[in-house]
């Protein structure tokens, strides 16, 4: 049982003391006159009368009434001391709650078997303290990615580690972008959490663990030796290493897997809402994973399309023309995006290239739509790409391209269909 807060227990004190004095002194001020009681007609049963004891001197009603100074001030006074001590404590005991719900918050969850104790992701307090350095492998706008190494048992697992920055900062104190930015990070943690967090397939990067600090939030991955897709084709472009069609076909039909799990298998159904290369890794064996899902939404059975509004969220060059123009999104915005991916994939190029300003169609949506109505298609095909045999490979994917990408998102396949049609494809 919760015992009272101090001031409230000292002012029932001073209560119970003043009126047990009234009680003892009761007889001061008036007239006693013991009676006999006729209710009980017993003998020797007296009750006992108080009558006001009227002085002579005190004021009759033509003398002006005195009101003392003091008494009234006393009496003003306090209430009000009374009321501001019990305030204080109340103000406290909430404080001491929330300190004691922060705490708990604060404690790591795991979500997967790889990582089997919370102290093996200990060495983090170093790396808050500025005592541990680790390798930088990316930067975002919530924060920087690290790469380090634990062991589940006599076996060495690379993980990623991603820091997303929560200063401790008086709201009070925060002006209106700063504020933004923090609501952001915080719907990211937990769309994070919420999504990846519970889910498992083998086209979606897991999420193995969060980390919650003072400053800070640490969510923990499994290390894509690979790196993105977006990368992947950046070095390809580069000179830097090769990608073979086998390979890019296989990256399309996996990242179809995954899309049709969250929007068709899963439940409830999760819309990822940035669907691009940049946020498609490759492990060890070149097998793609979906990450990066801090702008995803899960979307009930009873939630209509038309009640799915938020403000524009994704990358330009990759978001539906509906989500631009309605603020409404679908899993057909996610298709749009995988539509654009599939180019990108074939053609070797991105939305952002500058080779797009020099086109009509200025952007590269509109330029495989018109290089595929054309006589010679085969002009939008990676130039890596050409001479392996493919070609009519190429261009099937390119025309389901097209289809993902349709202005009006009714006439879109949705992402089982696509993933069939992928998977349709022979070699």
Request: contains cysteine.
């Amino acid at each position: 049982m919760a015992s009272l807060p101090l001031p409230l227990f000292f002012l029932l004190l001073v209560v119970t003391y003043s009126y047990c004095r009234t009680i003892e002194n009761l007889d001061e001020g008036f007239t006693v006159a013991m009676v006999k009681d006729p209710f009980y007609m017993r003998e020797n049963t007296t009750t006992k009368l108080y009558f006001l004891a009227v002085d002579p001197d005190t004021p009759s009603a033509g003398h002006k009434f005195q009101i003392k100074p003091l008494w009234v001030a006393v009496s003003f006074v306090l209430p009000t001391l009374c009321f501001l001590l019990c305030w204080l404590t109340i103000k406290r005991c909430k404080r001491i709650v929330s300190y004691n719900k922060t705490s708990a918050s604060r404690q790591p969850t795991l979500f997967s078997p790889m990582i089997r104790r919370a102290e093996d992701l200990s060495f983090l307090e170093e790396l808050d303290n500025g005592g541990l350095l680790l390798e930088t492998i990316g930067h975002g706008g919530c924060g920087e990615v690290y790469k380090a190494d634990i062991f589940n048992g006599d076996r060495e697992i690379l993980i990623a580690i991603k820091r997303i920055m929560q200063p401790a900062i008086d709201a009070n104190k925060l002006c209106k972008e700063e504020s933004n930015l923090l609501n952001h990070q915080m719907r990211q943690i937990r769309s994070e959490i919420q999504t990846v967090g519970q889910i498992r397939h083998r086209n979606l990067l897991p999420l193995l663990a969060h980390i919650p600090r003072p400053n800070c939030h640490y969510l923990i991955y499994e290390f894509m030796k690979n790196g993105s897709l977006h990368d992947a084709l950046k070095d390809v472009s580069n000179g830097l290493r090769e990608l073979q069609w086998t390979v890019r076909y296989k990256i399309a039909v996996d990242v179809a897997a995954g899309l049709e799990y969250l929007h068709i298998m899963n439940r409830p159904r999760i819309i990822h809402r940035d669907l691009k290369p940049a946020n498609i890794l490759l492990d060890d064996d070149l097998n793609a994973r979906i990450s990066d899902f801090g702008l995803a939404k899960m979307v009930p059975d009873i939630i209509t399309s038309a009640e799915m509004r938020s403000e524009v969220a994704g990358t330009v060059g990759y978001i539906a023309p509906e989500y631009h123009r309605t603020q409404s999104f679908t899993d057909k915005c996610d298709v749009y995006s995988f539509g654009v991916t599939l180019a990108v994939l074939v053609t070797g190029k991105f939305p952002t290239d500058n080779f797009f300003q020099t086109t009509n169609e200025m952007c590269i949506v509109g330029w495989v739509r018109t290089a595929m109505a054309s006589n010679d298609p085969r002009v939008v095909i990676d130039q890596k790409l050409l001479g392996s045999g493919f070609e009519e490979q190429m261009l099937l994917v390119l025309k389901i391209a097209c289809f993902c990408t349709y202005d009006d998102p009714k006439e879109r396949p949705n992402s089982r269909d696509v993933h069939h049609m992928l998977s349709q494809i022979k070699h």
